[in-house]
């Protein structure tokens, strides 16, 4: 059994909370910051020698806690508006509370044959999704479970193993918004109020068959362990999604903030039911010619029956209207044009080579072929956005069209929901957009590759490597309703813009790893045991495209290679364990986190805010860096530490805890703000600035443990 806990004053306030605390008339309140842990496992004999048993249960509730800064506030900003902003700032508490369970059963049924059953689960609850200029309001509680039953059969027999499985599980994620009587109000430059725009429920049901083969009687030219087997999985997609159920609007310095220039709101029918089905296929083989030579080659092949709903066809009257934009056949679906997959083989090998008789020195590398499956809400859109319309309203001083889209003059009763559900019956504006998916989409492929020495020293391990990745085909939209001139965008009669998949983004990853590792070896109470590991990782990662929309280009190849959101050139990982013999033995431990700090993205509106004038600039902005140990080059720092103390009762034993997070009180500056003002309304004075911190402050934690038998 466990159990640990933090109070709430066992936490240290971060840099916003401070400011706010010490800010003029503050009305700062701490904010609940306790965190538990519980749980135990047990296993053993139900009858000796047949029936086994294990169990484990873990609970975890922590009251966490975000900040909320509006700094710098826009000087265009109405007072009105201002005083909002200012009463949501504060520190507030982010509950997060999970439970997970597991149970087993194994039988030996004879020497050669055993049976396993096993049941998990996995609860979560998770308030999240405010802070910084997102304000409290905006949270939504993100609602998780996971429940998996698996059923296993084991049989040896020589030189064969064969092992069989059945797996049944249900995932379903439903996020919900805390307040879905407010509606959302992104002020541009200034940050955002009101609740989370959207209720969905995802629910994914799968049943799997899997049986995989082991064979080690070949020895022809050296020893073989040959590999293979196949899974069979049915899988089931209900989703209920209500995308901007809840409407947000979005203020714009350039129209003084006096009124949104446009909103996003939909209704209808939110409901979804598909079936899938996977097929894959393995065969590989371990082969040693002489003991320090070693190849691993094989071959995977993976199919998928409905990739992008495959029987979906496309509607007569989005056919017509969209006719003038001389759209590819290919994006034109009648129900039978979208084949499956066939070609996803899936190569790969790999060596090793043990350059002494010792094998102290030893050589590696491998390269193989993955392919991935694209998300099922990737395709999720093309059937949804038409019977569940999410529509965007434009709206303007004199209802004079923008962008090539019309608008409505501003009235005040469009600020709910019963306004916008007037427009829409007027149909002029709030038009769903229309998605097309291309018959001939690919799933997404990469190759990953590596190579580098292990060398040993005594107790000490070291090693160099060199890894790297390239994608492609991945999933992206861009317009398809542009201009001739390439310029955006053009309306329709019945539908708001055009949007077309991609199969072009494409990513690249390379990296250097240098370890050093010496394992901690236990030499008795009365000695300094110890341990300890270190990895420098030098990477880089680039992309061509955006995320799942590529929409600043005409087409996602017109889009310069630029570095990844995860792109983060140095980190640095270490680890120690030390048993310290005073007051009869205590463990210190520890963990070491450094990295070059997170990328965000910079949105230009210098020129204006409106297509063709608007530039995202992705993953342009960086992590401001900062010292540690004098070396000024990490945007992230974190030292974690752990003191253990050990009591032997007889056969049992109790264990004394005491956890310290953040030991320096880092702080890891996040929520950076990107936003670059029209030059008509004067700059942004929040750009480039920090609105939150993406770790905690120090902490400290005391727990206990006991394991018997």
């Known amino acids: 059994f466990f159990g640990y806990g933090q109070g709430t004053n066992f936490t240290a306030l971060d840099t916003f909370a401070l400011n706010q605390k010490g800010a003029p008339n503050s009305n700062f309140k701490r904010p609940s910051l306790k965190r538990y842990m519980a749980g135990g496992s047990i296993g053993g004999p139900l009858i000796k020698n047949k029936l086994f048993m294990f169990a484990s249960y873990e609970t975890n509730i922590q009251d966490r806690a975000n900040t909320v800064s509006f700094n710098n ?18 520190t507030f508490t982010s509950p997060f509370r999970s439970n997970l369970g597991f149970g087993k059963l194994t039988y030996q049924q004879s020497e050669k044959t055993s049976y396993e059953a096993s049941y998990s689960l996995r609860h979560e609850t998770d308030i999240r999704n405010f802070g910084g200029g997102t304000s409290f309001q905006h949270a939504e509680n993100v609602r998780n479970n996971v429940n998996s039953v698996v059923v296993k059969r084991t049989y040896f027999s020589g030189n064969s193993l064969h092992e069989t499985l059945f797996n049944f599980s249900r995932a379903s994620w439903n996020p919900s918004p805390e307040n879905n009587d407010l509606v959302g109000r992104n002020y541009f430059g200034a940050g955002f109020l009101g609740g989370f725009p959207t209720i969905q429920d995802f629910v994914q049901d799968r049943f799997s068959l899997r049986h995989d083969f082991t064979y080690t009687g070949v ?29 947000s609007y979005n203020f714009r310095q350039e129209d003084n903030y006096a009124f949104p220039f446009e909103a996003q709101y939909g209704k209808g029918d939110p409901n979804i039911t598909r079936n899938n089905g996977e097929v894959g296929l393995y065969i590989q083989d371990d082969y040693s010619p002489i003991s320090r030579l070693t190849f691993n080659a094989g071959i995977r092949w993976d199919y998928e029956t409905n990739q992008f709903d495959k029987d979906y066809k496309t509607p007569a009257k989005v056919v017509t209207e969209i006719a003038p934009f001389k759209i590819p056949s290919s994006y034109i679906s009648t129900g039978t044009e979208r084949k499956p997959f066939l070609g996803a083989f899936q190569p790969r090998l790999g060596a090793s080579y043990a350059i002494d008789k010792a094998q102290k020195t030893t050589l590696f590398a491998g390269v193989g072929l993955f392919y991935d499956r694209s998300n099922f809400n990737n395709g999720f859109d093309e059937r949804y956005r038409l019977q569940f319309q999410e529509g965007t309203f434009r709206f303007s001083k004199d209802g004079l069209p923008r962008d090539g889209q019309p608008t409505a003059i501003w009235q005040p009763k469009y600020l709910t929901k019963a306004g916008l559900d007037e427009l829409l019956a007027q149909g002029t504006t709030g038009k769903p957009e229309v998605f097309l998916i291309n018959n001939e989409t690919r799933p997404p492929s990469a190759v990953h ?51 077309l998949s991609s199969n072009a983004p494409k990513t690249w990853y390379s990296a250097g790893a240098i370890t050093i590792n010496r394992p901690y070896q236990f030499a008795g109470r009365n000695n300094f045991n110890w341990g300890v590991g270190l990895t420098y990782t030098v990477q880089k990662a680039e992309r061509i495209g955006g995320d799942l929309f590529s929409l600043d280009y005409i087409r996602v190849e017109d889009y310069p290679r630029t570095p990844s959101e995860n792109d983060v050139p140095v980190t640095v990982v270490g680890n120690w364990i030390v048993d310290l013999p005073v007051l009869g033995g205590i463990q210190w431990s520890g963990l070491l986190n450094l990295s070059s700090g997170a990328r965000y993205n910079i949105d230009d509106q210098s020129k204006g805010g409106g297509l063709g004038q608007r530039r995202l600039l992705l993953s342009a902005g960086r992590t401001p ?6 070396i000024n080059a990490f945007g992230y720092r974190n030292i974690d530490m752990r003191l253990r103390k050990d009591i032997p009762l007889g056969r049992n034993r109790i264990g004394i805890v005491g956890d310290f997070y953040n030991v320096f009180n880092f702080q890891n500056l996040g929520c950076f703000s990107g936003y670059i003002a029209p030059l008509t309304g004067g700059p942004n004075t929040s750009y480039g600035k920090a609105g939150c ?16 038998r």
């Open 625 to 630: 860096t900062e010292s540690f140990l004098g």
């Open 693 to 708: 911190t993406v770790s905690d402050s120090r902490r400290a934690q005391i727990g206990l443990t006991y394991d018997f």
């Open 219 to 247: 020895q022809a030219g050296g020893e073989h362990v040959i590999k293979m087997g196949g899974n069979l999985d049915a899988l089931k997609y209900d989703v209920t999604k209500f995308q901007s159920g809840n409407p």
């Open 73 to 90: 506030l826009p000087a265009l900003l109405p007072d009105s508006i201002k005083n909002q902003f200012n009463a949501q700032a504060g």
């Open 449 to 499: 590759y590596n190579a580098g020495i292990r060398q040993n020293v005594g107790t000490w391990q070291f090693s160099a490597t060199y890894m790297g990745a390239q994608s492609k085909d991945g999933f992206s939209f861009i317009f398809g309703n542009r201009n001739s001139d390439g310029n955006c965008c053009v309306a329709l009669p019945s539908y708001g813009n055009v949007l």
